[in-house]
């Protein structure tokens, strides 16, 4: 696995950590505040030190999104659908309509759009501006996976 692919799997790790919360995260893992640190620091000494899978899914389990796993995804070319369809969710008159999905869809991407053009105007994307630019794709993206799961499941109807 190469450099750029060990960062991308750290820094989605600390997302999966920071959803679910420090204290929470030690608790569901039975590791230290210092041990899940560093699994996701890109530090030289830590470079080859990763979150055991049963770790990852303990944490995923109590997620919002499964940041670990659709980095893993990602990274081999795959791609994972995520959603509504999810064991244990919630269903019914709560879910949002195609409608609403695109309107959220819309905003996202003028966000997105947005965080660009103001990264853009020294000609410089900094590393923070990089980071920003970054969160707002996962979250088009997980837009994009709710708007695909609701059209899937309305085609089959």
């Known amino acids: 696995m190469g450099d750029a692919a060990k960062g991308y799997l750290k820094r ?3 997302r999966l950590i920071k959803d679910v919360g420090y204290a929470a995260a030690c608790e569901l893992t039975g590791r230290s505040k210092a041990t899940l640190g560093r699994y996701f620091s890109e530090a030289e000494e830590h470079a080859e030190r990763f979150m055991p899978v049963d770790a990852v899914a303990a944490l995923e389990a ?3 999104f499964p940041h670990v796993t ?3 995804a990602e990274l081999n070319g795959g791609q994972m ?3 509504a369809d999810r064991r244990n969710s919630v269903r ?4 949002a309509g195609v409608n609403a999905n695109v309107i959220r869809l819309s905003q996202r991407f003028a966000i997105l759009m ?3 053009h ?6 410089v994307i900094s590393v923070n501006e990089a ?3 970054l969160e707002e794709t996962l979250e088009l993206q997980k837009v994009l996976v709710e708007m695909k799961l609701r059209l899937e499941a309305e085609s089959r109807s």
Do not use: N
Request: proline share 0%; hydrophobic share 25%; no cysteine.
């Open 12 to 14: 989605h790790t600390e």
């Open 62 to 64: 109590a997620s919002s």
């Open 70 to 72: 659709a980095a893993l």
């Open 81 to 83: 659908s995520y959603g």
């Open 92 to 95: 019914g008159e709560g879910e």
């Open 114 to 116: 947005a965080e660009y």
């Open 118 to 123: 103001q990264s853009i105007e020294d000609g």
């Open 131 to 133: 980071r920003r630019l």
